[in-house]
């Protein structure tokens, strides 16, 4: 796995947070991912015709994986409400060249 590589030449405030923003996107991105495949788990136990004890413990499953969800969640949203206002003050800046 190689090591993330930071674009910008000189790092001020503006672009510090505007990779925070792609950090927290791909975050979401990757959780959006792990829905869809409990999504295709739950459609696939039913087009098989699982009983009804097994799609019970496949969906204790799922909202197993839902509820461990929800904490990396939380903490995005903090890390987005933190950086907001950084991302505000940029907007009413010229973009520097170096993001």
Do not use: F, R, W, Y
């Amino acid at each position: 796995m190689s090591m993330p590589k930071i674009e910008c030449s000189h790092i001020d405030k503006c672009c510090a947070a505007a990779a925070l923003l792609q950090s927290i996107a791909l975050e979401e991105t990757a959780i959006s991912n792990i829905l869809n495949a409990e999504g295709e788990k739950l459609q696939k136990a039913i087009s098989l015709d699982c009983n009804q004890e097994e799609l019970i413990q496949i969906n204790k499953s799922v909202e197993n994986m839902v509820d461990k969800i929800t904490s990396p969640e939380i903490v995005l949203k903090s890390k987005l409400d933190l950086i907001k206002p950084i991302l505000d003050d940029c907007d009413k800046k010229p973009p520097k060249p170096e993001c």
